[in-house]
């Protein structure tokens, strides 16, 4: 009589295997969690003060909780010789460089170049290592004593002002500064605001311009001819920019009506030159 085999019994409990290995692994997964969780309390400061350095650029970020004081506008001088403008400026930076504490930065502003041009404008050309980090357009806390200074020489002139931005051909690609013409732009605007937020120059004697690398100083061959074209100019006019004319209503209605008339003299058929030389009027 043949022997009838034994059926295999069916294993219900293979499950338990792949859950073991799922169990396994979340906690794994949560002891790495756990590990990583724990703040360091010196690097959250760093960190929380960059973040508030970057949304908030005109903060004095130095350490010390002292409040910037807002520049007291100054009387303008009344019958000074345009010629003197020049001279006031450079015995007014001279005195600066005696202001700032830093010493590399002290030794900057003896980089500082004054330049009066034929028309009367004086041309303030400030290192761009005197006021931004490399790559930024925050001002840097150690050098508002130096705008503190420009502003109140611009207040003691009277005079209109054009701040002006310029970078080297190196080209720079960050999240903030897709290339050099955001970057030339926002550090003439955070200069604008410094002279105007804090040192009280009126806003609308105040222009920011951003040039990029357009207009070097030297040929961008070396490092060293690359930081002397990365500079703010300060350009303190001796005219001041005329005024915008605003059109009155009466001007927009002829201006409207004259470009109606052109529109449809366009649309008429004018003359039309004939194979013999003369023409033939509609």
Same mark, same amino acid.
């Given at each position: 009589?043949?022997?009838?085999?034994?059926?295999?019994?069916?294993?219900?409990?293979?499950?338990?295997?792949?859950?073991?290995?799922?169990?396994?692994?979340?906690?794994?997964?949560?002891?790495?969690?756990?590990?990583?969780?724990?703040?360091?309390?010196?690097?959250?400061?760093?960190?929380?003060?960059?973040?508030?350095?970057?949304?908030?650029?005109?903060?004095?970020?130095?350490?010390?909780?002292?409040?910037?004081?807002?520049?007291?506008?100054?009387?303008?001088?009344?019958?000074?010789?345009?010629?003197?403008?020049?001279?006031?400026?450079?015995?007014?930076?001279?005195?600066?460089?005696?202001?700032?504490?830093?010493?590399?930065?002290?030794?900057?502003?003896?980089?500082?170049?004054?330049?009066?041009?034929?028309?009367?404008?004086?041309?303030?050309?400030?290192?761009?290592?005197?006021?931004?980090?490399?790559?930024?357009?925050?001002?840097?806390?150690?050098? *508002?004593?130096? !705008?503190? +200074?420009?502003?109140?020489?611009? $207040?003691?002139?009277?005079? %209109? =002002?054009?701040?002006?931005?310029? #970078?080297?051909?190196?080209?720079?690609?960050?999240?903030?500064?897709?290339?050099?013409?955001?970057?030339?732009?926002?550090?003439?605007?955070?200069?604008?605001?410094? *002279?105007?937020? !804090?040192? +009280?120059?009126?806003?609308?004697? $105040?222009?920011?311009?951003? %040039? =990029?690398?357009?207009?070097?100083? #030297?040929?961008?061959?070396?490092?060293?001819?690359?930081?002397?074209?990365?500079?703010?100019?300060?350009?303190?006019?001796?005219?001041?920019?005329?005024?915008?004319? *605003?059109?009155?209503?009466?001007?927009?209605?002829?201006?409207?009506?004259?470009?109606?008339?052109?529109?449809?003299?366009?649309?008429?058929?004018?003359?039309?030159?004939?194979?013999?030389?003369?023409?033939?009027?509609?």
């Amino acid at each position: 009589m043949a022997k009838h085999k034994h059926e295999e019994h069916e294993n219900h409990e293979r499950w338990l295997v792949s859950y073991a290995d799922f169990i396994t692994l979340l906690f794994a997964f949560f002891v790495v969690m756990y590990s990583i969780s724990s703040v360091n309390i010196g690097k959250y400061r760093t960190v929380s003060e960059s973040i508030k350095a970057a949304l908030n650029p005109l903060v004095n970020h130095s350490g010390a909780n002292q409040v910037i004081s807002v520049g007291e506008a100054k009387p303008a001088l009344q019958g000074r010789n345009p010629t003197d403008a020049k001279e006031v400026m450079i015995r007014r930076i001279r005195q600066l460089a005696q202001v700032i504490k830093d010493k590399q930065l002290r030794d900057l502003v003896a980089f500082v170049t004054v330049v009066q041009t034929i028309n009367g404008d004086i041309v303030i050309t400030i290192p761009d290592r005197l006021l931004f980090n490399s790559g930024e357009a925050t001002v840097r806390a150690e050098a *508002l004593p130096f !705008l503190e +200074g420009l502003g109140g020489a611009i $207040l003691e002139m009277n005079r %209109h =002002a054009r701040v002006e931005g310029h #970078t080297d051909n190196v080209p720079i690609r960050t999240a903030q500064f897709p290339s050099n013409w955001e970057l030339s732009a926002a550090r003439a605007v955070m200069v604008v605001r410094v *002279l105007s937020e !804090l040192y +009280g120059v009126p806003p609308d004697h $105040l222009t920011a311009v951003g %040039h =990029a690398d357009t207009r070097p100083m #030297t040929a961008n061959s070396d490092a060293e001819q690359r930081a002397k074209n990365r500079r703010v100019e300060v350009v303190i006019l001796e005219q001041a920019p005329p005024a915008p004319v *605003l059109q009155s209503a009466d001007e927009t209605d002829i201006s409207k009506q004259s470009t109606e008339e052109v529109s449809s003299s366009a649309s008429q058929p004018g003359p039309e030159l004939l194979g013999d030389g003369r023409l033939r009027t509609p």
